[in-house]
T-cell receptor, first 111, second 119 residues
Framework: AQSVTQLGSHVSVSEGALVLLRCNYS??????LFWYVQYPNQGLQLLLK????ATLVKGINGFEAEFKKSETSFHLTKPSAHMSDAAEYFC?????????WGAGTKLIIKP | SAVISQKPSRDICQRGTSLTIQCQVD?????MFWYRQQPGQSLTLIAT?????????ESGFVIDKFPISRPNLTFSTLTVSNMSPEDSSIYLC????????????????FGSGTRLTVV
């Protein structure tokens, strides 16, 4: 069965520090993977996606993620956190036109 | 990518009543999805709505409780029927987008959500 695991329900970093949000997946077929962000009281916004091709994917707001097949991972990073990055982040896997969601990671930015 | 207008953005409803949520897309899409996001949790797929056919419901969701309409390729509604406080959630619609010719894969776009509180 396909699944998505996000390590850490809450991640706290200082402003200006590296952001690393972890996502591991399980899939029997080559996966399509997504990161979405949800700001308080808002819907979901696509940050970036991996379908095929280059394994390092760049998204909006300075975020990027690297698809590592050998590690079944798709971790999200940003070199320098900003206060406006405080939100909940969801990793998702496309399984035959259904998204399999991780539990989400709440990113907290300390001033 | 598609732009989705979802209404209402929030509502407070009495238990036992029903609420219909509308989702309007600015382009024609084949597949539309309805999700529920309970407080502090991830998203759960309620059903998939394709134009011209009955919606397909996920385990734990039934048509009598969550009737869905999909009258054309740009519009869908989800009704939450006979509401109870346990139905208090954010409800989101989503569309799957593919590029036109060539079938470039784009992914999924979401509406801004409907925050429902049942009292």
């Amino acid at each position: 069965a396909q699944s998505v695991t996000q390590l850490g329900s809450h991640v706290s970093v200082s402003e200006g520090a590296l952001v690393l949000l972890r996502c591991n997946y399980s899939s029997s077929v080559p996966p399509y993977l997504f990161w979405y962000v949800q700001y308080p009281n808002q819907g979901l916004q696509l940050l970036l996606k991996y379908t095929t091709g280059a394994t390092l994917v760049k998204g909006i707001n300075g975020f990027e993620a690297e698809f590592k097949k050998s590690e079944t991972s798709f971790h999200l990073t940003k070199p320098s956190a900003h206060m406006s990055d405080a939100a909940e982040y969801f990793c998702a896997l496309d399984s035959n036109y259904q998204l399999i969601w991780g539990a989400g990671t709440k990113l907290i930015i300390k001033p | 990518s598609a732009v989705i207008s979802q209404k209402p953005s929030r509502d407070i409803c009495q238990r036992g009543t029903s609420l219909t949520i509308q989702c309007q897309v600015d382009s024609q899409v084949t597949m539309m999805f309805w999700y529920r996001q309970q407080p502090g949790q991830s998203l759960t797929l309620i059903a998939t709505a394709n134009q011209g056919s009955e919606a397909t419901y996920e385990s734990g969701f039934v048509i009598d409780k969550f009737p869905i309409s999909r009258p054309n390729l740009t519009f869908s509604t989800l009704t939450v029927s006979n509401m109870s406080p346990e139905d208090s959630s954010i409800y989101l619609c989503s569309v799957e987008e593919n590029g036109g010719q060539g079938g470039a894969y784009y992914g999924y776009t979401f509406g801004s959500g409907t925050r429902l509180t049942v009292v």
